[in-house]
């Protein structure tokens, strides 16, 4: 799916809080500051994002359109997929502005950057892909599948959820939690023993 589709169709629904632009559209590997995971009151997501943007910040929390019923009435809007959850980049002072903002309840160092990086871009770029996403809550349970041609996020490693048949799920693992989607299982590829290896290893690199 176009992601420039999706940020023009996103024109159209009610979206709480209003996005500036497509709300995926931002990549962390661009920021030289480390990030940072905050937790902060819940539905304030994306009012943290924007303050903190707002004042030259780099900050973020994944977003996808759901389904909300209202008095009967269904609707896409968009909303965070990491409840209570946002991600910010910077210095002390930055780090200062966060947590004299009033929406911080918890701030999370980052000890492993370049794998924090890692997961929440896979799971941005596949946002971009189809924001039409499902939270996943419980830990997966299943083997590593790699995703095939001509899906537009070929090459992507997740997990295939084995008590749900053709979940794909990636997770971000400081703060053990998870999306997925559902792929056709003819766009997956079972990873074998050597496979494995070889990308555990690409993933300890990180370290």
Known sequence: ????????????????PPPSDCPNDF???AVADPWFVVQVKTGEES?????????GVAAYTPMGLKVIERFGVSREEWRP?????????????AQYAAI???????KLTIANQARFIREVDEIRRMLLNDPRAKRYTGLPIGRLHQILSPHPMVGQVGILEALDDGLFVLR???MADSVAWRIPKHLLHEMDDDEIVDYERRLRSEA
């Open 100 to 106: 004299t903002s009033h929406k911080v309840l918890k």
């Open 172 to 174: 971000v693992r400081i």
């Open 47 to 55: 009012l943290f994002v924007n303050l903190m943007r707002d004042i």
């Open 1 to 16: 799916m176009d992601s420039t589709a999706i940020c023009e169709a996103s024109e159209s629904l009610q979206v709480l």
């Open 27 to 29: 990549d962390l590997s």
């Open 81 to 93: 997929y990491f409840a209570r959850y946002s991600f910010f980049a910077g210095d002390a002072e």
